[in-house]
C-alpha cells in the first residue's frame, strides 16, 4: 500500500468501508446499538482508558494523564446517554397532521479529521456517531496524535471481532498521514466532519464533499457584581486548568466589573492562581509567541514549565495552578487577548456590565467569534441580554465553561468534541455536532386537507396601515 498513491490508497480504504457499510445497512436498531455499545467498550474499559491516555500525553507532550482519563470517560459515557434510546434505523417519527413519515438513512461514508488535543476522546466521539448511523468512518489522525488513534482502533477491532462486526467499518489513513493523503480522503468520503485548526477547516471545506468544521474558540466570561465570587473561581480553575487548557472551550479572558475587581481577582488567587507583574507579563508574552504563533514548547504545558522557559523565578508563580496578565486592549497588538491554549488568563476591567459586554464582543471579533462565552452572574436577564446581542451560539451561565460547552450531564447540549460557530465562525452548524449530524432523513409525504390563504388573510393588516 505504501507504493501506491494518495488517491489509490484512499480508494481501497473506501472500498473496504462502503463493503462493510453495505453490511451494517442490514442492521435493525438493536444490532445498531449493540454495534455502538462495542466499539465505546474499548476506550472506557478502565485498563484502555489509562494505556490509551497515558500514550496520547506522551507523544504529543499535550495535557495530563489524569485529565485525560476523565475526560475520554466522561465525553464517551455522556455521548452514550445522548445515543441509548436515540432512533437511527427505519422510521424515526410520524406526523400524522402535516402527512409526514421520516426515515432514517445513513450518509456512507464519513470522513474525519482528528487534533492532536484530544487523540482519543475525539475519534471515539465520531465513530461513536457515524456508527450509530449506519455509517463507516475513515479517521485522519494528527501526526503527533496517530499512535494512540491507532492504538484506540486496534481495541475497536477487538469488540467488533467480538459480536461479528466487520472490522473496516472503521479506519484510518495509513501512516505517515500526509496532506495529500489527507485531501484525498476528504474528497472520496460522503461527509466531512473537521476538528481542530482552522487550516483543515478550510480545506474541508473547500473540497467539494458537504463538511462540517468548527470556528476558532477564545473563550471570554463576564464576572458581574452579582456573582457568587468563591463559586466562579472555583468553576473558572476547574475549567482553566483541565487537561492544561488543551480545550477549545476553556477561559482564556475575564472581564470583571469594577465593583468585584478586587474581590474576584482575591478569589481567584484564593484557589492558587497567580498574577503576573508587568515584567513577568512581558517575559511571558515573549516565549509565548514566537513569530506571530503560539509557540508548541508552551502549549498545555505546567505551569512551572512555563515559567522556565519564561526566566519568571517567583515561587508564587512558579507553584500556581494558573497564571493571570492584566491586558486593556485587543488585538494582534495584543496577543493576550486571543486563544492561548495554555495555563494563563487574560483579566480586563470593565466600568458595568455594559461596558464588559462592550470588550467581550472586541475580544470576540478579534478572535473567537460565533464560539461561546460564559457569564457568572445571578441575573436571567443579563444572560439572555448576551444571548440576543452577542455573536456567540453559546452563553454558559455559572458553569465551568470546557466542560459545559461541549455537553455536561447537568445542562442540555449533546456531548460533543466539535463545537460548530455558526455563520459568525464560518461554519455551516450553530449546533453541537451530534448523531443527527451524520444521517439522511428521508420524509415520505401524504396529502392533507388542504391549508390555503388569501392575499386578503396575509395583506389585510399591511393594507389598512399603508395603503388606505
Same mark, same amino acid.
Given at each position: ?211 462540517? $468544521? *468548527? +470556528? &476558532?474558540?477564545?473563550?471570554? =466570561? ?6 457568587? %465570587?468563591?463559586?466562579?473561581? /472555583? ?93 486593556? $486592549? *485587543? +488585538? &494582534?497588538?495584543?496577543?493576550? =487577548? ?6 494563563? %488568563?487574560?483579566?480586563?476591567? /470593565? ?118
Amino acid at each position: 500500500m505504501a507504493q501506491m498513491d494518495a488517491r489509490s490508497q484512499v480508494a481501497l480504504l473506501i472500498q473496504q468501508a462502503g463493503q462493510a457499510q453495505n453490511q451494517l445497512e442490514t442492521y435493525d436498531q438493536a444490532a445498531v446499538d449493540e454495534l455502538v455499545t462495542a466499539a465505546a467498550w474499548a476506550l472506557i474499559n478502565p485498563a484502555n482508558n489509562q494505556k490509551l491516555s497515558e500514550l496520547a500525553v506522551a507523544e504529543t507532550g499535550l495535557g495530563n494523564v489524569a485529565d485525560k482519563i476523565t475526560k475520554n470517560h466522561r465525553k464517551t459515557l455522556g455521548l452514550l446517554r445522548d445515543l441509548k434510546d436515540a432512533k437511527t434505523v427505519g422510521v424515526i417519527k410520524r406526523d400524522p397532521q402535516q402527512g409526514i413519515v421520516e426515515i432514517a438513512r445513513p450518509v456512507g461514508i464519513v470522513g474525519a479529521i482528528v487534533p492532536s488535543t484530544n487523540p482519543v476522546a475525539t475519534p471515539m466521539n465520531m465513530i461513536l456517531n457515524a456508527l450509530k448511523c449506519r455509517n463507516a468512518i475513515i479517521l485522519s489522525p494528527s501526526p503527533k496524535g496517530q499512535p494512540s488513534c491507532t492504538r484506540l482502533i486496534e481495541l475497536i477491532y477487538l469488540e467488533l471481532d467480538r459480536i461479528g462486526a466487520p472490522r473496516n467499518l472503521v479506519q484510518a489513513l495509513p501512516t505517515p498521514v500526509s496532506k495529500d493523503l489527507s485531501m484525498e480522503m476528504l474528497k472520496q468520503v460522503d461527509l466531512v466532519v473537521v476538528t481542530g485548526s482552522q487550516n483543515n477547516v478550510r480545506a474541508a471545506y473547500t473540497c467539494g464533499t458537504p463538511a462540517f $468544521g *468548527v +470556528g &476558532a474558540g477564545n473563550v471570554t =466570561s463576564l464576572i458581574d457584581e452579582t456573582a457568587d %465570587l468563591a463559586a466562579a473561581a /472555583a468553576k473558572i480553575k476547574a475549567s482553566k486548568t483541565f487537561d492544561n487548557a488543551t480545550s477549545c472551550s476553556s477561559e482564556n479572558s475575564l472581564v470583571m466589573v469594577d465593583a468585584i475587581y478586587n474581590d474576584m481577582l482575591n478569589a481567584l488567587e484564593s484557589v492558587n492562581a497567580c498574577l503576573l507583574t508587568p515584567e513577568e507579563t512581558a517575559d511571558l508574552q515573549s516565549v509565548l509567541w514566537h513569530k506571530g504563533h503560539l509557540n508548541a514548547a508552551m502549549l498545555a504545558k505546567p505551569v512551572g514549565v512555563m515559567c522556565e522557559l519564561a526566566g519568571i523565578t517567583r515561587k508564587a508563580a512558579c507553584d500556581a495552578d494558573f497564571l493571570m496578565v492584566e491586558e486593556t $486592549g *485587543v +488585538g &494582534a497588538d495584543f496577543p493576550f =487577548s486571543g486563544e492561548k491554549m495554555a495555563l494563563v %488568563l487574560t483579566l480586563y476591567r /470593565a466600568q458595568d456590565f455594559d461596558h464588559a459586554k462592550q470588550m467581550a464582543g472586541d475580544i470576540l471579533n478579534y478572535q473567537g467569534k460565533g464560539h461561546s462565552l460564559s457569564l457568572h452572574s445571578q441575573s436571567v436577564d443579563r444572560a439572555e441580554i448576551l444571548g440576543l446581542e452577542m455573536p456567540v451560539c453559546r452563553v454558559i451561565v455559572n458553569q465551568p465553561h470546557c466542560f459545559a460547552a461541549g455537553g455536561s450531564f447537568d445542562n442540555g447540549l449533546p456531548f460533543s468534541l466539535s463545537m460548530g460557530c455558526g455563520t459568525w465562525g464560518g461554519n455551516v452548524t450553530d449546533q453541537n455536532v451530534h448523531y443527527r449530524h451524520f444521517m439522511n432523513v428521508t420524509k415520505v409525504v401524504q396529502t392533507i386537507a388542504a391549508r390555503e390563504v388569501s392575499v386578503e388573510d396575509i395583506f389585510a393588516d399591511y393594507r389598512r396601515r399603508y395603503l388606505s
